[in-house]
């Protein structure tokens, strides 16, 4: 064996050894998949998300919207998941797998313009929408045609990244559809160094931004600055890059994308840029309009989206003096990349256990006034 084969290999083997160490020591009370067991969990949970349910329906503009649904039999609650920007349901299937395995019944769509959803340009690989509130509008399309008809006991709204503006703007407008929202890492304002430096701020800002998206002739949306097309990236230990420490689950996701080239998604455009800024001006203005329980995950080096606007959101949401973030602040998750759903154990377990323990909590509180109301 060549010396740096064999490095990489004693490499490799201590890595790995120290995950499973790392993921023995982490209290884990749902049993959920770890790093240790995740490959040979994965044919099950492959098994299983081909059980579940496909089906379409039409959002706004005539835009083809797919969508998932896993019915337990005897559920204890049923949860709605809105995923984050770039993402596609596939990239769900532990977590689905995960949630399910405890009770939920799970529903999850792909946002216009990503995964196996419809497209609005011609680039498919752009990240595109006309305007923010569609991703809103289509997501009660989704409760109201799929969702509502089946009356669940306890119904909770679950939400990553970009899918958290998008669930934030949905509990201000639609304030009774949902029992209670849990939001990880929320885009309550995106991290613009992220999308080529520049800034979701000042007077007009936005409409220039779409103005220099938009090309000269074709009118075709174009890419923001330093935003382009597709490209495969390579998992480099400590890289807040790639947004999560965990080396399995990074490149299980990543051969999900390299087996499906049609839910790639790359930069974003100048134009969805401008409705990002105005999405978060809207629902942190907006935030004392929300009536249901909210919590909040904070990932402490994050670098897709602000801290900042997570803290911004929480401390208007107490001004209403009504009600506050679960626990009156984001719940930060020491140490934990962008990516909690897909962490390392030591901050992905930790992250999804205070969400189930948080759902919980509102199923008892709700189940205990149902109660008092049958005595009364």
């Not at 596609?88 to 799970?106: F, P």
């Not at 000269?216 to 949306?221: N, R, V, Y």
């Amino acid at each position: 064996m060549k010396p740096i084969k064999y490095v990489t290999s004693v490499l490799l083997f201590f890595l790995v050894a120290l995950s499973n160490y790392v993921s023995a020591q982490v209290d884990n009370p749902y049993n959920l998949v770890t790093d240790g067991n995740l490959e040979s969990t994965w044919p099950e949970i492959e098994s299983y998300w081909s059980s579940g349910e496909a089906g379409s329906f039409i959002g706004v503009d005539d835009i083809e919207i797919k969508y998932r649904i896993f019915r337990h039999p005897e559920e204890i609650g049923a949860i709605v998941i809105s995923s984050g920007r770039t993402e596609t349901y596939i990239k769900y299937k532990e977590m689905v797998y995960n949630l399910s395995r405890l009770g939920y019944t799970i529903y999850i769509h792909d946002h216009r313009g990503q995964g196996f959803s419809g497209r609005m340009t011609e680039d498919t690989q752009q990240g595109h929408v006309q305007n923010f509130d569609d991703y809103v509008t289509d997501l009660k399309t989704f409760y109201d045609k799929k969702v509502k008809p089946n009356e669940h006991k306890n119904l909770f709204l679950l939400a990553h990244s970009m899918g958290g503006a998008i669930a934030t703007l949905y509990i201000e407008t639609y304030q009774n559809d949902f029992a209670a929202a849990a939001l990880s890492s929320p885009m309550h304002q995106p991290d613009t160094g992220t999308f080529g430096g520049v800034v979701c701020k000042g007077a007009g800002i936005t409409t220039f931004f779409r103005g220099i998206g938009m090309s000269w002739f074709g009118m075709e949306p174009r890419y923001a600055v330093g935003q382009g097309s597709y490209k495969r990236k390579t998992f480099a230990a400590n890289d807040p890059d790639i947004m999560t420490h965990s080396q399995p689950r990074f490149e299980a996701i990543r051969d999900l994308y390299d087996k499906n080239n049609e839910v790639k998604v790359a930069g974003i455009t100048s134009h969805w840029l401008a409705n990002a800024c105005d999405a978060s001006e809207t629902l942190l203005e907006n935030a004392k309009s929300v009536k249901i329980p909210v919590l909040v995950l904070q990932a402490e080096e994050d670098i897709a989206v602000t801290a900042t606007g997570q803290n911004t959101f929480c401390k208007n949401l107490a001004s209403s003096g009504e009600r506050e973030c679960e626990g009156g602040k984001p719940y930060v998750i020491q140490g934990g990349y962008h990516e909690l759903f897909i962490e390392s154990d030591e901050y992905r377990i930790p992250a999804i256990t205070k969400i189930l323990r948080f759902f919980e909590k509102q199923s008892s509180l709700k189940n205990a006034k149902e109660q008092t109301s049958t005595k009364l």
